[in-house]
T-cell receptor, first 115, second 115 residues
């Protein structure tokens, strides 16, 4: 069963706490992405990675961190520096240099709320 | 910067009537354009893309989109809407400022199909 798996589906964060959202893909995709979705604002890019051990900041990286130690995995940590973390977080992946150019495939999302 | 605009917040349509979701774009160079659909509490699903070729692009679930270069538009259409088409629809454009690696998303349009 191929695809992108995000966990957990729901996550609650206490003030001052760091939390980590998991994203795993078995599509053998090179590039992976994290987006934040807020009502009425569409998707905003947090971080992306084109290759293992390399990643770039997106438009709203402050208060977030990522790692890309394995091709299949791209976890996102929401740090205590992110003062407004309540949102729906989406992970996506994409092949590089294929006929399906630029098609990103998405996981089911993690909804993060602050206690 | 490359961008797309989705001017309507919500589109209401009666079941069986034609559905149109509007998108205009602003790019330098040739646009790569995409439509995605999101059902409640789920990730985005790819519907269709325009890269080059015929201006009318056919996609999943009976959707199609028409690329109009003179009007810089890429409207999504379906001849006969179903209640199950009720969802959030996103238009996106390849952001060439970042090479082949990023998409810029619109804010989304909520479609409500009324039985």
């Amino acid at each position: 069963d191929g695809g992108i798996t995000q966990s957990p589906k729901y996550l609650f964060r206490k003030e001052g706490q760091n939390v980590t959202l998991s994203c795993e893909q078995n599509l053998n995709h090179d590039a992976m992405y994290w987006y934040r979705q807020d009502p009425g604002q569409g998707l905003r890019l947090i971080y992306y990675s084109q290759i293992v051990n390399d990643f770039q900041k997106g438009d709203i990286a402050e208060g977030y961190s990522v790692s890309r130690e394995k091709k299949e995995s791209f976890p996102l940590t929401v740090t205590s520096a992110q003062k407004n973390p309540t949102a729906f977080y989406l992970c996506a992946s994409k092949r590089q240099g294929s006929a399906d150019v630029n098609i990103q495939y998405f996981g089911a999302g993690t909804r993060l709320s602050v206690l | 910067a490359q961008s797309v605009a989705q001017p309507e917040d919500q589109v209401n349509v009666a079941e069986g009537n034609p559905l149109t979701v509007k998108c205009t774009y602003s790019v330098s160079g040739n646009p790569y354009l995409f439509w995605y659909v999101q059902y409640p509490n789920r990730g985005l699903q790819f519907l269709l893309k325009y890269i080059t070729g015929d201006n009318l692009v056919k996609g999943s679930y009976g959707f199609e989109a028409e690329f109009n270069k003179s009007q810089t538009s890429f409207h999504l259409k379906k001849p006969s809407a179903l209640v199950s088409d009720s969802a959030l629809y996103f238009c996106a454009v390849r952001d060439i400022a970042w090479g082949n690696n990023r998409l810029a998303f619109g804010k989304g349009n909520q479609v409500v199909v009324i039985p």
